[in-house]
């Protein structure tokens, strides 16, 4: 199976965002990862539903968002409408998770769950169902450009097995790196997030960021099981 590649924005040159994501797409993404963070969550501050509405039609393939706010669901909406495709929750921070999760499907968007590094897998053993994606945070969030944390595959393998037949990709977020893929996509990953193994520092030629994908896709189909 195709290995698909979700460049994440976070280390685009923010000045130039509908260009940085044009370019992307040319370099042959699959999907664009969109991190929200709110400064109290996760230690960082980035963007909201302005700014997705504002890069939305820049954006051809799937607009991949993931919300590390608290609280997420009165934002949910508002995130639909600035055109999201997918809408990733942390559960660490929804304590109605089943129902948060019928909303976002509701609104009309593929409905995921981000799991940071230290919660386990059974979190979501009663809302499979209602499932599309599972991030696997392969960093504590907040940042870019983190190292890798080895802890997470037997998580990715774990998923994999609760998954079983059902159509839910496993998307691993952070520290993805031609090095790293190799790892994930053995252990089960569908979707491989990266940030600042694709843009660097940002702003620079499609044909560079065209290598970076291809070098992360073809780590990872090589070794994939
Ligand atoms: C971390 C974010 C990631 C991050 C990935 O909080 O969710 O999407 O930007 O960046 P890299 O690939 O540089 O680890
Ligand atoms: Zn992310």
């Known amino acids: 199976m195709s290995i698909k590649i979700s460049p994440s924005i976070l280390s685009a040159d923010f000045a130039n965002l509908g260009h940085e994501i044009r370019a992307i797409e040319e370099a042959g993404c699959d ?4 991190d929200v963070m ?5 230690p960082n501050l980035t963007i909201g539903p302005g700014v997705c509405k504002a890069i939305r ?6 607009m991949d968002v993931h919300l590390m706010i608290e609280p997420a669901d009165p934002f949910r909406k508002a995130f639909a409408e600035a055109g999201a495709d997918n809408i990733s929750i942390h559960p660490e921070v929804h304590p109605h ?3 948060s999760l019928q909303v976002i499907r509701d609104l009309g968007c593929k409905a995921g769950v981000a799991l940071n590094p230290s919660t386990p897998v059974n979190i979501l053993e009663n809302v499979m169902d209602r499932l599309d994606m599972i991030i696997v945070m ?6 870019g450009g983190q190292s890798f944390l080895h802890s997470q595959i037997q998580k990715i393998r774990a998923l994999k ?3 079983g037949d059902r159509d839910i990709l496993i998307e ?4 993805i790196t031609p090095t790293t893929a190799p790892l994930v ?9 990266a940030g600042s193994a694709v843009y660097g520092k940002g702003g620079q030629e499609t044909s560079v960021y065209a290598a970076n994908i291809k070098a992360i896709r073809e780590a990872g189909e090589a070794a994939q099981s």
């Open 38 to 42: 709110d400064g109290h969550f996760v």
């Open 185 to 193: 996509a053995e252990a089960g990953a569908d979707v491989l997030v």
């Open 172 to 175: 691993v977020d952070g520290g």
């Open 57 to 62: 039609p820049h954006i051809k393939t799937v």
């Open 161 to 163: 097995a609760m998954i």
């Open 31 to 34: 999907w664009v990862h969109v």
């Open 97 to 99: 998770l089943d129902r």
């Open 138 to 143: 392969s960093v504590n969030p907040g940042f």
